[in-house]
C-alpha cells in the first residue's frame, strides 16, 4: 500500500517522537508498504523517510518546487515530485495514497487531518485514517472531538472516520484489515 504521513517538519521537537517516527517507517518498509509523504528531511516526516530508508523502503517524496533548497527536502527519495503550491501537493499526497496515518504535527499536519476528516464525511475521500498518538500527543484533540460530538457539533458516526492507536503493531493490523477498502 502507499501510505501517506503527514506531520511535523520541525527537528526541535523531543527526540521521543523522531524515535518513533523511526520506527513506524522501519515497520512500514519490512511489512512491504510505500512512503509518500511531503518529501520534507526533518522533524517527523525525516523520521518516518529514515527509518524506511534504512529498511530498503521504496520513498515517494511530493514537495512544492519552493522547498527545493538545501536542507529542507529529504534527499533520499527513491522519487520526487514537484508541485506548484502547497494545495496541489496535498491533493497529489490525496491521490496517490491508499492511506494516511497523522503523527504528531503542528499546523500544517491539523489542516491536512481536518481536511482528510472532511473529505471522509463528505464521502469524497474513502480511505484509512489513522492518528498515531505518540505519548498522547492527540489526546487533547481526540477530547475536543469527543466534545463536539456530545454538543450535537459533529455526529457521533463521525468519530468512526479515524482510527487512533499509540502502537505500531496495530496500526499495521488496521492497515491489513483495511487493505481493499
Partial sequence: MNICIYGSAQDEIDIAYRNAGEVLGKE??????TLVFGGGACGMMGAVARGMKKFGGKIIG???EFFNVDGVLFDECTEMIYTTDMRSRKEKLEEMADAIIVTPGGIGTMDEFFETMSLKQLKILDKPLI???VDGFYDNLIALLQ??????????????LYYVSSEIPKILEYLEQHKNA
Fill in 28 to 33: 512500514l518498509a519490512l511489512a512491504g508498504h
Fill in 131 to 133: 492518528i498515531f498518538n
Fill in 62 to 64: 511530493i514537495s512544492p
Fill in 147 to 160: 466534545n463536539s460530538t456530545d454538543k450535537h457539533f459533529i455526529a457521533n458516526d463521525d468519530l468512526d
